[in-house]
Each structure stands twice: as C-alpha cells, then as structure tokens.
C-alpha cells in the first residue's frame, strides 16, 4: 500500500518530471527531479543523457552536472569513469599538446584503471607514451592479442627512431666534413622512406638554402670583404649581381663580360653614364691593371689583381675597400684553390684547415655562414650570410 499512496500522493515536480523525461528533456527531467528531493533519479537521468548524446561536449555536460550532484560514492565513480572516456575521446580526435593537456589526459586514465576499464586507460596512456603503464593495463585487460601488437609496433618505432638517428648523425658527418652533397644526399635517401618526418625535411631544407648557388658569394679573406664571382656577365650596381653602393650608382649600372681577350667592363645603361679615368665610355674596356672606372659622380672602382685573380676594388664610394673578385677557372688563395661547378662553390684545402672548429683535409662545399681556419697555413676565410 506504501507503494501505492507514494504515487498517489506525488508531487507535481515529480510528475512533470517523468513527463520531460519521456519527451526527452533531459535537462528539465534532471532539475525537475531534484527540486522533487530525488537526486538519484536526476542523476540517473543525467547518466542516460550522456549515454545518448550526439557529442562529446554534450557528454561532458551530461556528465559534469551528475557527478556535481551524486549522493553516494558509486554513483560519482560511475560518473567519472564515464567523464574519462570523454576526455579520452577528445584526446583521440586532437592529441595533447600542452602540460594541461597531458594532465588531464592522465587523470582520466588514472581514473579508468582505478574503476576496472583497462582497455580505455590503456588507450589513454598510449597517447601519454606511457609504455609501462599501457602494458600494465592490457595485460590486466585480458587483451593479450592487443598487447602482443602493441610490443610489435613498438620494436618497429624503435628501429624506425634507430634509422632515423643514424641518417641525421650520418648527414651531420658530412655536412661538418665539408661533403654537403653528400650530406643532402644521405637525407634525402631517408626522407624518400619517411615522408612524413617534416622534421628532417625542414632541416634538409633549411640547409640546402644555405648553399652557394648562382655562382657567387660574398666573403671575407684575412679581413678583406669580398664580393666571388665565378659565373659571366655578371651586373654591377646598386641591385645587380655585384652589389655597390652610391647615389650616382643604378640598380644594374654596368656589365662585367668574359672575351677572347680577357674580361671586359662596359655600361648598361645607367643614368649617371661610367668613365674610365673621368672619361666617358661608349663601348667595352677591358679590365687591366691600374684602369679606374668611374660609376656616377661619388664610385670609382680599380681594376687590379688579387692573389693572382682579376679584381674590381672599390677606391671610391660607401663600399671603400671591398672587392670583386673574378673566378675564371680556379682561384688560388693562401688557405687553397676556389672553384665554381654548376653554381656551387668549392673549396680545396691547401693543407690542413678546420671547418667551423672541425679539422678537414677534403674539399669543401661551401655553404653561407662557413668559417675556415688555417692550421698548416696561416688565414681565414668567412663565407658571409
């Protein structure tokens, strides 16, 4: 009879509440329910809605509201164990990134092991790279197929990590030895197998930029600035090829050129006209010793030798002292031999020199921000950035 005058006598929260249960109000059923004094019935409620919810940020509100509102310890255990799925969930769909992440990541799986649900901590310490601890709970899952796997994939990643170092301390070997050829090409032998490692790639990348192309460079020989060219015509201005600075100077104020007879200097146009000791040229002249060549008003530059190469010395203007060095062939420099293959630059020691601290005897591919030192000879070379 108790039974039958509780229903009789129910309160009309507690009516209305079933009625917005049945109509799958979740939400009204749950607060109905508790301002009826029955928060294990809202609780229930609040359980079942999670259950059914379309997403997981719907879930986890489901799921937040009953373990706020649990009377027993069983029942905030349950909601729990059910909130760390959620977040293991979410983890799946967007890995952790941040210490927060991690954390909560690795609450949720605390949580699952501790009420029974070793296949979902499992998975959650899997994303945490907590290999003990995954283990620990497949094992304890029964799920040994999975732990045989996961031992398998976990040899693979470990040969695969292996590989992966010795192409990056191999590509290092080179690339410290001067062989950046094949350095490159070490790496490049890795990454045609793992196209996903961006990590290597960029490096690849990063250093190939770095690399002297197009046939010249700029560098400082024993404190000298110099300006390597090993590829004609070359331009010489303001923004050409060669860069020399003054007012008078165009963006590409005249033209260096190879000729049967030697290297030639002619105008390209320029606005301000260049001279050849103060007088106008109409034609090509070639670069001989001691010729002045006047580029505008306020820039002369001085043909002459240096260390047996044909150069252009800035006598005159904002870049006083700095020079255009020619490369026809080779270029015999006291610390050794500059040669330009396909736009490369290569540098052949004379005796022993260290490259960036690293004792090297082989030939070198330059590479922009390079330093070699002397060790038989005295000297230094920079290949500037």
């Not at 000791?277 to 002249?285: D, E, L, Q, T």
């Given at each position: 009879m108790s039974?039958?005058?509780?229903?009789?006598?129910?309160?009309?929260?507690?009516?209305?509440a079933e009625r917005a249960e049945v109509?799958?109000?979740?939400?009204?059923?749950a607060r109905l329910y508790v301002e009826a004094g029955q928060r294990d019935e809202a609780f229930r409620?609040?359980?079942?809605?999670?259950e059914g919810a379309e997403s997981l940020t719907r879930r986890r509100d489901y799921l937040s509201r009953a373990i706020a509102i649990a009377r027993t310890d069983a029942q905030r255990d349950v909601a729990r164990a059910s909130l760390a799925r959620v977040v293991v969930a979410?983890?799946?769909?967007?890995?952790?990134?941040?210490?927060?992440d991690r954390i909560r990541l690795h609450e949720a799986a605390t949580d699952l092991e501790r009420a029974g649900h070793f296949r979902e901590a499992a998975t959650?310490?899997?994303?945490?790279?907590?290999?003990?601890?995954m283990e620990r709970c497949l094992v304890a899952s029964g799920d040994i197929d999975s732990f045989e796997k996961e031992a398998t994939e976990a040899q693979d990643q470990e040969r695969t990590r292996l590989r992966r170092r010795n192409a990056i301390e191999t590509f290092e070997g080179f690339w410290s030895a001067g062989d950046r050829e094949g350095a490159l090409s070490a790496l490049d032998a890795w990454l045609r197998q793992n196209t996903e490692d961006h990590e290597a790639r960029a490096l690849a990348d990063e250093r190939r930029s770095t690399l002297v192309d197009?046939?010249?460079?700029?560098?400082?020989?024993?404190g000298t600035v110099l300006s390597v060219v090993g590829v004609l015509p070359c331009t010489v201005g303001r923004e050409a090829g060669v860069i020399v600075r003054g007012a008078g100077v165009s963006r590409e104020h005249c033209i260096v050129e190879a000729s049967p007879e030697g290297l030639t200097l002619r105008d390209n146009g320029s606005r301000n006209g260049t001279t050849l000791?103060?007088?106008?040229?109409?034609?090509?002249?070639l670069l001989e010793d001691g010729a002045q060549f006047g580029l505008g008003p306020d820039l002369t530059l001085e043909s002459d030798t240096f260390h047996g190469a044909h150069s252009l010395l800035v006598a005159r203007g904002m870049d006083r002292g700095k020079r255009v060095v020619f490369v026809r062939d080779r270029w015999t420099t006291p610390l050794g031999t500059i040669e330009f293959r396909g736009g490369r630059a290569v540098f052949t020691p004379t005796g022993l020199v260290k490259l960036l601290g690293q004792r090297v005897v082989a030939p070198i591919v330059l590479a922009r921000g390079d330093r070699i030192d002397g060790v038989d000879v005295a000297g230094s070379l920079e290949v500037l950035r």
């Open positions: 039974g039958f005058w509780s229903k009789l006598f129910r309160s009309r929260a507690e009516v209305e109509e799958g109000r979740f939400d009204d059923a409620v609040l359980v079942q809605a999670a979410e983890y799946e769909a967007r890995p952790p990134t941040s210490d927060d959650a310490y899997k994303q945490l790279a907590d290999r003990e601890a197009r046939g010249r460079f700029d560098a400082r020989l024993d000791r103060g007088i106008a040229m109409s034609g090509a002249v």
